[in-house]
């Protein structure tokens, strides 16, 4: 099985997004212009960039509704977002939300507003605004975006230039699945015997059910990131999303991205694994596998930068591996190459 | 026929976004503090507020499908944000789209773009974002929404606290229907015999069909609000969207908005009007009725507001009523009063 038989066909995607923004090219001047190309997410506005992101929580809300939990994916909309703004160097601001739904229902909208407001105290951002649409014709059940709004002076802003062979690679844990790769998953359990309701077939996650487990909120990791990004100058970030390790190359392209360590997945990959029959070329290109983000320091910031990381996340730190002269990422362990 | 009827309940709509705005209590404090209390939309920045918007295009999007034409939704997306954003007295900077599609393919994410663009250069916005998510199960067809980001001086924002009895009340023409009540007319039509293909039967749209009339893209008023910002102490601004002329209780609710002299009301509105036997209480809480943008300043300023305004707008600008003492929107000459 493979994502894109779950169909997300993630070449067809690209061919679509390329085509919207082949035909975007207006941009300011001064205030407002663009800072390293066009949907680099960047505008200049004196001496700092603001950065927005904007991203949806995907089809994990369709588990959502599967089990009628829908306390924790406002918690998965923020985590995406702010997450994908640290990666610049940028500290999440404030954040708005898009929530289209077929019916208005405020027993529903409610539960939303709790992930919501859970998630914007672990991001320190403020929600400013957002907007509930109406759809019946348009959404079955629900979607959820949003946008964060966040700043960084321009001379800090974290490129990925800087990285460079002989940099070392951290990761840090990721809380689950995250927010990615949910077509996959779902084609997997609804082609098993399983269904949600039923127990999580391991000790890890005692008492819950698959959809819970499956559910599980993404991880926020804006405080640890803004800590390290402090004291040390970062080479290079990477909130890792749908393409798995593949999340690596876009940093820079000339190196090579050794992970000789690599943090332990979850339980819930290998069941999900094992139950789809899915290979580990799949698996590392389509799921976090255990490491939701990755920081890449020089050698002599390696010590520091753990322990700073250590003090103020709440998920594992580990130094996953290294920058070599090369191309593409490599899992030795398990002989994976992606370039 | 009424909105409610037609599958949107706004009491209910209010209630699940109350519930889910009740739920929002984080802020935070210095940069990033929320301007105005909650989901007003503006943060601090420094001497700046900064300005999030987010709004979709709605059912009007079906149109689009219905007659295959989607190379402007892309302009209502930017028109409704950027529009919502001059109200407070912001120049919009940057802006990131949010495309939820059953199915990418390039030739329909292309007439995307190609909206925004031309959206773009008329609001002087960068676009540095987007996101595009194929989501089968949840999205038919399609849906648009974005986020724009807007800045203002924070001894500039416009809260329409200087509104006072006396003040002049000028109009900008809509360009139709503008991006609200869609569902109204979508039910409107669909009880008729006509269909979207059919060629609209009034003089004012030669050679065009229903559906073409329909899917005309909302005005934007970037540049003739700028331009009047620059030079006069501007009392109110309002975007007249949904609520019709009730969007102008929601400036100050202290005084009268006396509208004695409205702007005439395309004939799609009059067609529609007639064809859903709609009463005028309900036309003019639904839709723009010709006004897309009202604009309050001092009776002092009214002829400089004109004359700037009239210089760098496309659109018919009118001096379309006063403010006076008392509460709500009254239009003497339908004997409408919304309070």
Redesign the interface.
Same mark, same amino acid.
Request: hydrophobic letters at 40%; glycine letters at 10%; proline letters at 3%.
């Given at each position: 099985m493979t994502y894109a038989e779950s169909? =997300?066909?993630i070449d067809?995607?690209e =061919?679509?997004?390329?085509?919207?923004?082949?035909?975007?090219?207006?941009?300011?001047k001064g /205030?407002?212009?663009?800072l390293g190309g066009?949907?680099?997410?960047?505008?200049s506005?004196g001496k700092y960039a #603001?950065v927005?992101?904007?991203?949806?929580v995907?089809?994990k809300?369709?588990i959502a509704s599967k089990i009628k939990k829908w306390d924790t994916v406002g918690i998965d909309c923020m985590a995406m977002n702010v997450n994908d703004a640290l990666c610049v160097g940028a500290e999440p601001?404030?954040f708005?939300?898009? #929530?289209? =739904?077929d019916s208005?229902?405020?027993?529903?909208?409610?539960e /939303?507003?709790?992930g919501?407001?859970k998630a914007?105290?672990q991001a320190?951002?403020?929600?400013?605004?957002?907007?509930?649409?109406?759809?019946?014709?348009?959404?079955?059940?629900?979607?959820l975006?949003g946008?964060v #709004?966040s700043?960084v002076e321009k001379k800090k802003i974290i490129t990925g230039e800087r990285i460079s062979p002989g940099d070392e690679i951290i990761g840090l844990k990721s809380s689950g699945i995250h927010s990615n790769g949910y077509s996959l998953v779902r084609n997997i359990i609804d082609h098993s015997s399983y269904d949600y309701d039923d127990a999580f077939p391991f000790d890890l996650y005692t008492n819950q059910t698959i959809g819970e487990v499956l559910l599980h909120p993404t991880a926020i990791y804006v405080k640890e990131i803004l800590a390290v990004l402090k004291k040390i100058q970062v080479h290079g970030l990477a909130h890792i999303t749908g393409g798995g390790l593949r999340n690596l190359n876009r940093l820079k392209e000339t190196v090579k991205y050794e992970i000789n360590n690599p943090m332990t997945p979850q339980k819930v990959f290998s069941f999900l694994q094992k139950l789809g029959s899915i290979d580990d070329h799949e698996m590392y290109q389509t799921f976090n596998m255990g490491m939701g983000f990755a920081i890449i320091v020089s050698s002599s910031d390696i010590d520091e930068a753990m322990n700073i990381l250590s003090r103020h996340s709440s998920y594992d730190v580990q130094h996953v591996g290294t920058v070599k002269k090369g191309k593409g990422v490599s899992l030795p362990s398990k002989q994976l190459v992606y370039s």
């Amino acid at each position: 099985m493979t994502y894109a038989e779950s169909g =997300v066909d993630i070449d067809k995607e690209e =061919v679509a997004i390329k085509a919207l923004i082949g035909e975007i090219t207006q941009t300011r001047k001064g /205030i407002g212009e663009p800072l390293g190309g066009h949907y680099a997410g960047m505008i200049s506005f004196g001496k700092y960039a #603001l950065v927005l992101c904007t991203d949806g929580v995907g089809s994990k809300v369709l588990i959502a509704s599967k089990i009628k939990k829908w306390d924790t994916v406002g918690i998965d909309c923020m985590a995406m977002n702010v997450n994908d703004a640290l990666c610049v160097g940028a500290e999440p601001l404030a954040f708005v939300d898009y #929530l289209a =739904v077929d019916s208005p229902d405020p027993n529903f909208t409610r539960e /939303i507003g709790k992930g919501l407001k859970k998630a914007a105290e672990q991001a320190n951002v403020s929600i400013i605004g957002g907007e509930t649409a109406s759809l019946p014709e348009i959404v079955n059940g629900f979607d959820l975006a949003g946008t964060v #709004l966040s700043y960084v002076e321009k001379k800090k802003i974290i490129t990925g230039e800087r990285i460079s062979p002989g940099d070392e690679i951290i990761g840090l844990k990721s809380s689950g699945i995250h927010s990615n790769g949910y077509s996959l998953v779902r084609n997997i359990i609804d082609h098993s015997s399983y269904d949600y309701d039923d127990a999580f077939p391991f000790d890890l996650y005692t008492n819950q059910t698959i959809g819970e487990v499956l559910l599980h909120p993404t991880a926020i990791y804006v405080k640890e990131i803004l800590a390290v990004l402090k004291k040390i100058q970062v080479h290079g970030l990477a909130h890792i999303t749908g393409g798995g390790l593949r999340n690596l190359n876009r940093l820079k392209e000339t190196v090579k991205y050794e992970i000789n360590n690599p943090m332990t997945p979850q339980k819930v990959f290998s069941f999900l694994q094992k139950l789809g029959s899915i290979d580990d070329h799949e698996m590392y290109q389509t799921f976090n596998m255990g490491m939701g983000f990755a920081i890449i320091v020089s050698s002599s910031d390696i010590d520091e930068a753990m322990n700073i990381l250590s003090r103020h996340s709440s998920y594992d730190v580990q130094h996953v591996g290294t920058v070599k002269k090369g191309k593409g990422v490599s899992l030795p362990s398990k002989q994976l190459v992606y370039s």
